[in-house]
Every structure is written in structure tokens, then in C-alpha cells.
């Protein structure tokens, strides 16, 4: 048994332990944390094929850019003289990760919610992956590519990440606990 297998299975005895003496916050917080780093382990594999969906979906939403050049290749989309590397920071990775990871903790919801709240918070977050690299794309030939990204398209998208969270563990503390 590897290393690997064998912090997993001490996680899942914290986890049984902590839940069995009823300490839940420590119990979210634990199996949240836990989980999170476990499937940060396996982030190339989602990096990989995320990067793919990313490129693929843009390639079929260039329609939106008729009169424009967009060319693509393996982890980069150019727009004109201006092209950007799609990373694990622009397809939005991590977020899925930690809001799924969060999610699996969270005591409110059943499983059932949890699974649909989950599946349709990840469309959000890849759709506003999508929008971002297309704003990315069509301002930096405007503007300078720092401005675009660093200042405007991440505003934007961590803004809309702050929504997505509100929404999923905020709003729903509120209604139902108050």
C-alpha cells in the first residue's frame, strides 16, 4: 500500500471519528479540506481535459467573431497578434474543485440536492470560464493584455465566483436556518 492510500484511509478514520463523536464543523472542515487535496491530486487529469473542452467550445463559439482571425492550437487560443495560454488559472479548476469539495460537506442539502446543486454550479463556473476567455480574448486586442486579464477579466470572474458561492452556501443558510 503506497503512502497515498494509506493518508486516505487515516483521512477516512478522522472522518469516521469526528462523526461518530457529532464534532461537525470539524468534520466539514476535515473531510472539505481532505477531499480538496485529494482531488487537487489528480488536477493534471482534470487540467487536461478541461484545457480540451475550453479550446473546443471556443472553437465552436468563434461564430461570435466573424470578421476575426482565431486560431487555436494545443493550450493556446490567438486572437490577431494577441494570444493567450490557457492554464489551470483560466479554466477554472480549482474552483470546481473547492466548491465540490465544500459541497460534499455541507449539511443542509441531501445527497440528491447535492449532486444537482453540484453539477449545475460546475456548468456555471465553465460557462463564465468561457465567457472570460472570450472577453480575454476580444479586449486584448483593444487593450493591453495586462489590463485585460489581470484587472478586468478576473474582476469579473471572481465577482461572479463570489455569486456562485452566495448562492450554493450562503443563501440557503440563511432560508433554511433562520
Not at 12 to 30: D, S
Not at 114 to 129: E, R, V
Not at 136 to 152: A, D, F, M, N
Request: one cysteine or more; aromatic letters at 20%.
Amino acid at each position: 500500500m503506497t503512502v497515498f492510500g494509506i493518508v486516505i484511509l487515516l483521512w477516512l478514520y478522522l472522518l469516521y471519528v469526528l462523526k461518530r463523536t457529532k464534532l461537525n464543523a470539524f468534520f466539514f472542515i476535515v473531510g472539505s479540506i481532505g477531499l480538496f487535496l485529494i482531488i487537487l491530486t489528480f488536477k493534471d487529469f482534470f487540467i487536461q481535459s478541461s484545457i480540451k473542452s475550453v479550446l473546443y467550445t471556443m472553437k465552436s463559439l468563434s461564430f461570435f467573431f466573424k470578421g476575426y482571425s482565431i486560431s487555436m492550437s494545443r493550450d493556446f487560443v490567438s486572437f490577431y497578434d494577441s494570444k493567450v495560454k490557457i492554464t489551470y488559472e483560466y479554466t477554472g479548476v480549482i474552483e470546481i474543485i473547492s466548491l465540490e469539495s465544500l459541497l460534499c460537506f455541507f449539511p443542509i442539502y441531501t445527497v440528491l440536492e447535492k449532486i444537482i446543486i453540484g453539477f449545475y454550479s460546475c456548468i456555471l463556473i465553465f460557462i463564465a470560464t468561457i465567457l472570460r476567455l472570450l472577453l480575454i480574448i476580444y479586449l486584448s486586442r483593444y487593450l493591453s493584455e495586462i489590463i485585460t486579464q489581470l484587472i478586468i477579466c478576473r474582476l469579473l470572474f471572481y465577482v461572479f465566483i463570489v455569486v456562485v458561492f452566495y448562492e450554493v452556501f450562503t443563501r440557503p443558510q440563511i432560508i433554511r436556518w433562520h
